[in-house]
């Protein structure tokens, strides 16, 4: 039932999606009502349904409410308009930030009309196992969403053909909800979705794992925010808080690469990849971007992986820009920044620094 990029529209959103629901298990009332809603959504958006996307679409109105909220409680906790504007609440930090999340959804929509959708339609008729979805098995795929999230994330920052789309997620220099509105046109260009096809291959119907992902991005949007501070450590150890989240956008050197979980830090405990936020964060990266042009934020890392990769050497070493970690640097090679960019130091030879740093901060952070 493939064709091209065209797929039996009854087989993939109301038969299958139907086998994927067990009624024996889960009652007649939540399998119809998931049905309902599964075949408005189809009957509005047609058979190419993001269901990812549509989830996030739905959550805008709640998204745009919190954020102005917590521009209100900014300026209402500090009784000046300049504390607001040192969170990042100026027009063209927020305008930058929701066109980086605008366009990044249109993109993504259309890719998964144009292939994606056809892509994950094939990996479900081609499915090893169908797993009902059910009181019992809706908490292991939640923890096997998470766990592909995890993967996809720790990917995206180890590897450089995959940062070249996080990377604009994390260059904001400043903390609030719409931080989290900062992703790449080139998330499903790049391949992100690869991420997802091993699930659905399975047995996941790719409804239910792009809606459960959906969820987990929602999620994340109200965990990059400054003005929740640390909560009760049972709760800090086991899911991804607000000072978890601000801890992954450090690039403090003891934060880089550090707390990749979305709803859950459960694997970064289990792969040793959690680090509790003990001084104030400094937003950004290593190797920060200075612009706020929306092709320079989008395309800045590809356009400078591209032309490592292409600048005089052995083959061999050539390719190592694509799969290597994003600071990995070329023998005899020195690094192309296209774009002007400012390099915090993390090494050893940056110690004296940091260490000055680390005291004011310190200092500051004491008294927050």
Do not use: I
């Given at each position: 039932m493939i064709s091209g990029c065209q797929y039996d529209k009854t087989l993939f959103a109301q038969d299958a999606m139907s086998a994927a629901f067990d009624p024996r298990a889960t009652g007649s009332h939540l399998e119809q009502a998931v049905q309902e809603i599964i075949n408005w959504v189809y009957g509005t958006f047609g058979e190419h349904v993001d269901w990812m996307q549509t989830l996030l679409l739905a959550s805008l109105p709640l998204f745009i409410t919190t954020l102005g909220l917590e521009w209100q409680w900014v300026r209402y906790r500090s009784g000046s308009r300049t504390a607001a504007i040192e969170n990042g609440f100026t027009p063209q930090n927020i305008l930058v930030n929701m066109s980086l999340g605008v366009s990044f959804s249109i993109v993504d929509f259309l890719m998964h009309l144009v292939f994606v959708g056809a892509i994950m339609a094939f990996a479900w008729d081609h499915r090893v196992f169908t797993i009902p979805i059910n009181a019992w098995t809706l908490l292991p795929i939640f923890l096997l969403e998470e766990l592909?999230?995890?993967?996809?994330?720790?990917?995206?920052?180890?590897?450089?053909?995959?940062?070249?789309?996080?990377?604009?997620?994390?260059?904001?220099?400043?903390?609030?909800?719409?931080?989290?509105?900062?992703?790449?046109v080139l998330n499903a260009v790049l391949g992100v979705w690869l991420f997802l096809v091993p699930p659905v291959f399975l047995g996941i119907h790719p409804g239910v794992f792009g809606a459960m992902l959906g969820i987990n991005l929602a999620y994340q949007w109200f965990v990059h925010t400054e003005i929740v501070s640390k909560l009760h450590p049972a709760l800090e150890w086991l899911f991804n808080t607000p000072s978890n989240h601000r801890v992954h956008h450090g690039r403090n050197p003891q934060y880089i690469d550090r707390n990749f979980g979305g709803v859950l830090m459960i694997y970064d405990h289990l792969f040793s990849s959690y680090e509790p936020e003990n001084e104030r964060v400094e937003y950004g990266i290593p190797r920060q971007i200075r612009s706020n042009n929306w092709f320079?934020?989008?395309?800045?890392?590809?356009?400078?992986?591209?032309?490592?990769a292409i600048a005089p050497g052995t083959l061999t070493e050539r390719l190592k820009h694509f799969w290597k970690p994003p600071e990995w640097e070329r023998e005899g090679h020195a690094p192309v920044h296209t774009w002007t960019v400012e390099r915090i130091d993390t090494g050893a030879e940056a110690a004296p620094r940091l260490e000055s740093l680390k005291s004011q901060q310190n200092l500051a952070f004491s008294h927050s």
């Open positions: 592909t999230f995890y993967v996809y994330h720790r990917t995206a920052h180890r590897v450089r053909w995959f940062w070249a789309q996080h990377v604009g997620h994390h260059s904001g220099e400043t903390m609030n909800m719409s931080t989290a509105a900062r992703q790449s320079v934020l989008n395309l800045h890392e590809f356009v400078d992986m591209w032309r490592d």
